[in-house]
């Protein structure tokens, strides 16, 4: 059976040049998908390349953007 694939959204990703430690994402960037009532959703895709003795390329890992309240003080 063959599947059908529905774009719900779109982003980018950017090679990471601010890398402070050996775990941090190889590239990162924002995404926003469009859910089927219409509203947005703001999230942030991190990516790591694979290690060498991996059957796989990249590691993906996909967070969604909570906004958080300025502070008071």
Do not use: C, H
């Not at 959703?41 to 890992?61: E, G, H, P």
């Amino acid at each position: 059976m063959a599947k059908n694939y529905i774009k719900v959204g779109n982003g980018t990703a950017y090679e990471n040049d601010k890398k402070g430690n050996e775990k941090s994402p190889d590239y990162g960037g924002p995404i926003t998908i469009v859910d089927k009532d219409g509203t947005e959703r703001a999230l942030r895709v991190s990516i790591w390349n694979a290690a060498a003795d991996k059957d796989y390329k990249f590691s993906v890992q996909v967070q969604e953007v909570k906004e958080e309240p300025d502070a008071l003080f």
